[in-house]
């Protein structure tokens, strides 16, 4: 083997070598926590959990996926009710505990058996996780009216 060819071999071997240990030290994306329809109290000491988690991970991304529910608390859910309920979780991290709002990712995952939440930390350069919705949105029955955004401030 002539030297030009051994050190495209070796040079090789060192990019590959390069490009795979830089991948594993990228920390695997988590699932940090999962709460359903608890009281608020609860809910905000999961999300205390989450943002110290995301506090020591500071270049890590907080993703919150919401799933409605095929029934919230006994009775056919109203459109947007899920929404409505989820849209108190990013400002109590942002506003209460100091997270910022660029670290914290809230998406709609579809529907679920029951409202849920999923609470997941993203490392920096590693792929969001996709929602999985367990029920078709064509499975869902509504019942009329609109959520009040009021009836789930929490006092937060």
């Not at 002539?2 to 070598?17: C, E, H, P, T, Y």
């Not at 506003?95 to 679920?112: K, L, Y």
């Not at 849920?116 to 367990?134: E, F, I, N, Q, S």
Request: glycine share 8%.
């Amino acid at each position: 083997m002539n030297l030009i060819r051994k050190s495209r071999i070796g040079l090789i071997f060192v990019l590959l070598a390069f490009s795979m240990s830089g991948s594993a030290s990228l920390a695997p994306t988590s699932k940090f926590d999962e709460f359903g329809d608890i009281n608020c109290e609860d809910e905000m000491a999961h999300l205390d959990n989450f943002a110290i988690q995301l506090q020591h991970e500071s270049s890590a991304r907080g993703l919150i996926i919401f799933y409605a529910g095929q029934w919230f608390r006994g009775r056919l859910p109203k459109r947007g009710e899920a929404a409505a309920r989820a849209a108190r979780i990013k400002p109590y991290l942002v506003q209460r505990r100091g997270i910022p709002t660029s670290q914290v990712v809230v998406i709609d995952g579809g529907f679920a058996e029951e409202w849920r939440v999923d609470l997941w930390v993203v490392p920096k350069g590693a792929t969001m996780p996709a929602p999985l919705p367990t029920v078709s949105v064509k499975d869902i029955r509504f019942r009329k009216g609109k959520p009040n955004p009021h009836d789930y401030k929490c006092g937060i």
